[in-house]
């Protein structure tokens, strides 16, 4: 088992013998593992506001989405995980328009398995990816959605403490190969551990604070406090997995 790192989704090549994890950390897939926590039973992410609002409003859905980091006027709510985490989605499937998150998980749609991962739910999604990989021999690739296109130091990091927390799957007798990729976000995790304060450092936590969404790269930064693993499945698959989510195009 090889494990790679894609820091943007244009660099990701072929996947179709691999597991891959998709981060979005500020904000959508720390929102994906939010929503379930609050009782959402599938959630459906749209490239776009137009297509997220026409398939949500003919099916009744929730929806939410952001431009500039703020609440489309029309949409029920934003990105923001703090705002998820005070409402209760029981029941109510969710449609999120984002455009980073949503190009990385198009980016390898065709991989054996897809889960998105954010530091909230570190642990549980890199023991899922594990797992899988170990059952179908394949290798783990850690995407990372960048913002319009470029490099964002909190997805880099957060690919780096997947790193970690894959390594220590396998263990002293089963370690996995470490491409150069991964070595390097693992060493930048290392570097910084403490992620509030490494995020700080960079353009886009830095913007979303100045942007009044400070408490959401607050939220963003805690580690491990959520069981749910995020499954990219099909429409006809959504019963199958615990928290599925399903790309609309």
Same mark, same amino acid.
């Given at each position: 088992?090889?494990?790679?790192?894609?820091?943007?989704?244009?660099?990701?090549?072929?996947?179709?013998?691999?597991?891959?994890?998709?981060?979005? %950390?500020?904000?959508? $897939?720390?929102?994906?593992? !939010? /929503?379930?926590?609050?009782?959402?039973?599938?959630? @459906? &992410?749209?490239?776009?506001?137009?297509?997220?609002?026409?398939?949500?409003?003919?099916?009744?859905?929730?929806?939410?989405?952001?431009?500039?980091?703020?609440?489309?006027?029309?949409?029920?709510?934003?990105?923001?995980?703090?705002?998820?985490?005070?409402?209760?989605?029981?029941?109510?499937?969710?449609?999120?328009?984002?455009?980073?998150?949503?190009?990385?998980?198009?980016?390898?749609?065709?991989?054996?398995?897809?889960?998105?991962?954010?530091?909230?739910?570190?642990?549980?999604?890199?023991?899922?990816?594990?797992?899988?990989?170990?059952?179908?021999?394949?290798?783990?690739?850690? %995407?990372?959605?960048? $913002?319009?296109?470029?490099? !964002? /130091?909190?997805?880099?990091?957060?690919?780096?403490? @997947? &790193?970690?927390?894959?390594?220590?799957?396998?263990?002293?007798?089963?370690?996995?190969?470490?491409?150069?990729?991964?070595?390097?976000?693992?060493?930048?995790?290392?570097?910084?551990?403490?992620?509030?304060?490494?995020?700080?450092?960079?353009?886009?936590?830095?913007?979303?604070?100045?942007?009044?969404?400070?408490?959401?790269?607050?939220?963003?930064?805690?580690?491990?406090?959520?069981?749910?693993?995020?499954?990219?499945?099909?429409?006809?698959?959504?019963?199958?997995?615990?928290?599925?989510?399903?790309?609309?195009?």
């Amino acid at each position: 088992m090889q494990i790679r790192v894609a820091f943007l989704p244009q660099m990701v090549q072929d996947v179709a013998q691999a597991v891959c994890v998709v981060v979005d %950390v500020l904000r959508a $897939t720390t929102v994906v593992a !939010t /929503l379930f926590e609050r009782g959402c039973p599938c959630v @459906y &992410v749209a490239p776009s506001h137009e297509l997220a609002r026409t398939f949500a409003r003919r099916n009744g859905y929730v929806l939410c989405g952001e431009t500039d980091g703020f609440k489309v006027p029309d949409f029920d709510y934003g990105n923001s995980p703090t705002e998820i985490a005070a409402a209760d989605f029981t029941g109510r499937p969710t449609v999120l328009s984002t455009t980073n998150g949503t190009r990385a998980v198009a980016a390898v749609m065709d991989a054996r398995c897809v889960y998105l991962g954010a530091a909230v739910n570190r642990m549980a999604v890199a023991q899922a990816a594990w797992q899988r990989a170990q059952e179908t021999q394949s290798d783990i690739m850690i %995407v990372c959605s960048g $913002t319009n296109g470029q490099f !964002t /130091l909190e997805d880099a990091t957060v690919a780096g403490m @997947y &790193v970690e927390a894959l390594v220590a799957q396998g263990g002293p007798w089963n370690m996995p190969e470490q491409a150069d990729s991964a070595i390097a976000a693992r060493r930048l995790w290392e570097r910084e551990p403490n992620l509030l304060r490494g995020w700080m450092e960079g353009h886009h936590a830095r913007a979303l604070a100045e942007r009044g969404f400070g408490e959401d790269i607050g939220y963003s930064a805690e580690t491990d406090v959520l069981p749910h693993v995020p499954t990219l499945v099909n429409e006809g698959e959504v019963d199958t997995v615990a928290a599925p989510v399903v790309l609309i195009s």
